[in-house]
């Protein structure tokens, strides 16, 4: 079992309003990703970071951003919610060695539907 | 373009037969290819890896091939279970970079049948 956090599980807000995606993992990994996945739909990486202080776009445009001030906190913000932004969205973590081929460890995802 | 191609898109069976996932891709510079089990509702989890060197793995009723001249890979189930019901995702790496990239397939949703 691996060891990442994602709250909320699920989560139902209207438009415009802030929303915060936590996610935390305990094995002292160093990097960390935010994918985003709809149904029938590959992973697409939206976020990344590579340690403390490190982030990175992914390949999918997204007007969600990320921050990384601790090891094991990846939180995901979106200022201003919009529809097209209902979607579920996967955090995982991967240890240093291996670059970005490793094994990923993903949380449970996060279910944002907004209205 | 790099590509992963999963098929079939969905499949159905009987508690208890065997089945075959397909993996295609076109990556390149290959690195490794991974398969995840995804739960419904879950996130995926890591099956098994195969490298460039590897035709054959297994992890318990789960063997996964590879044939990397063809670009090729399989996932065989047997004997299969009620809680092998789940979407099960081929990610393949690249290394043309230091640090490498994955791509995903969009999975194939198998349900098991009692």
């Known amino acids: 079992e691996a060891d990442i956090y994602q709250t909320p599980r699920y989560l139902v807000i209207g438009t415009g309003k802030k929303i915060t995606l936590e996610c935390s993992q305990t094995?002292?990994?160093?990097?960390m990703y935010w994918y985003q996945q709809d149904p029938g739909m590959e992973l697409h990486l939206i976020h990344y970071s590579y340690g403390v202080n490190s982030t990175e776009k992914g390949d999918l445009s997204s007007e969600s951003t990320v921050s990384r001030i601790r090891t094991e906190h990846f939180p995901l913000t979106l200022e201003s919610a919009r529809p097209s932004h209902t979607s579920q969205y996967l955090c995982?973590?991967?240890?240093?060695?291996?670059?970005?081929?490793?094994?990923?460890?993903f949380g449970e995802g996060s279910r944002l539907t907004v209205l | 373009k790099n590509q992963v191609e999963q098929s079939p898109q969905s499949l159905i069976i009987l508690e208890g037969k065997n089945c075959t996932l397909q993996c295609n891709y076109t990556v390149s510079p290959f690195s490794n290819l991974r398969w995840y089990k995804q739960d419904t509702g879950r996130g995926p989890v890591s099956l098994t890896i195969m490298t460039f060197s590897e035709n054959t793995k297994s992890n318990g009723r789960y063997t996964a091939t590879l044939d990397a001249d063809t670009k090729q890979s399989s996932l065989h189930i047997t004997a299969s279970q009620l809680s092998d019901s789940a979407s099960y995702i081929c990610?393949?790496?690249?290394?043309?970079?230091?640090?490498?990239?994955?791509?995903f397939g969009r999975g194939t949703q198998l349900t098991v049948w009692p």
């Open positions: 094995m002292g990994h160093d990097k």
């Open positions: 990610v393949v790496s690249d290394r043309g970079s230091t640090l490498g990239r994955l791509y």
């Open positions: 995982a973590s991967s240890p240093k060695r291996g670059g970005n081929t490793g094994e990923l460890f």
